[in-house]
DNA sequence: TAGATTGTTAATCGATTAACAATC
DNA sequence: TAGATTGTTAATCGATTAACAATC
């Protein structure tokens, strides 16, 4: 039932939840696989094949109970808690980060930002007042903050990981363009739009 | 040689490709698969593995010229021009898309930015002027772009992305958290913080 | 030459899918 | 009951890795 779930399931466990949730507002109160996998355009196999990793959750005949499924992902992913997370970097894109809707609502919250430039720190965004990076470490510790999303230059990027790590920081959102060294305890995610984009270019050749 | 290459290696050039581009601004003039590999936390058999689907590009005993390399997989991945791109939404995170300097050195130029909202049509982002969403499908015909990135709520992602595909566009970074119906000639890569937020939660059960 | 590294083949590994008994 | 769908096993498929001849 669970002797190490691969990790490519567990990343599909988010898609599945966000799913769910769409679902259960729209007041659907039963799924199945089916109708899952259509809406994401996974197979209906792997969906039950994910699921079984971790448990029975539906009914043969009838399907998944919608709020239920949704409650166990959010527990299985860890989800069925608030996170508050930090935002490094009050650029454009920290600022982006500090002010977006969608966290709030699915669970996470940007409880403080960083910044070194004298001329933002202690500006506000989004009710955030911008702190200086030296007291980054001090600031993480006392707040307990075991997520940070990084919104820096490259250039800065290793130098604030190696901070938040010291910190205690053992997830990083990396939005900048390198790959970042961090101890094997700490998780990392990257978000490089050109990535993306260099990706889709590959086929748009005619 | 190559007839059809799988996806996941298409997926993995953008990432060799970043990795020479700093090679060769550190002035490094020739690497290795397993320095490449290395790097980037992949075996170097699957970087032989995955250039040799689109030909012979280092010599024995030696290595890869990092400079003909990274020509020979920008001209693979088609970035070896410059594309004009449409950034759809002038919220927070389109404004941080519209300003980013990580685009233009990598071939990505944002030549238009859409809103609907009246205060904010008219308005200048980083040397754009935001345009109304009526506007769109003429404006992205008559630039004949390709590329858009949608920043919008979810609520009104598929609307607009019916809008970009009539306006000619054939790939679309999506930063909505929702899946996007579309004809099967447009591709679409999703950006959801949230998903991989989700996806590093999991690891943070103690 | 001796050492190094490529490109490629074959072996291994792991993920996806098909199929179906169980059962609601 | 008849129809539907789960959870799971076995088969298939595809991706990764190991190994090595070729050769610089």
Redesign the interface.
Known sequence: MSDSVPDIV??R???Y???LA?LEQDGVPITSSHELGA???ISSAQIRKDLSHFGEFGKQGTGYQVPYLREQLAR????DRD?T?AVIGAG??G???A?????GP?G?HVDVIFDNDPDIIGTQIGGLVVKPGESMVEELRARRI??A?IAV?AAAAQSVTDRVVAGGV??I?NYA???LVVPDYV?V?D???????????????T
């Not at 002010?99 to 966290?103: A, E, H, L, R």
Request: charged share 20%.
């Open positions: 567990i990343g466990l988010p898609l939840l966000r799913a769409r809406q994401l355009g299985i992913l860890c989800v996170w997370v454009h894109l600022r982006a980060l002010g977006y809707k969608g966290f699915r996470f075991e997520i999303m230059p053992r997830a959102l363009p390198i790959r998780h995610q978000i490089d739009p050109v990535i993306h984009l260099q990706h889709m270019t590959y086929y748009l050749r």
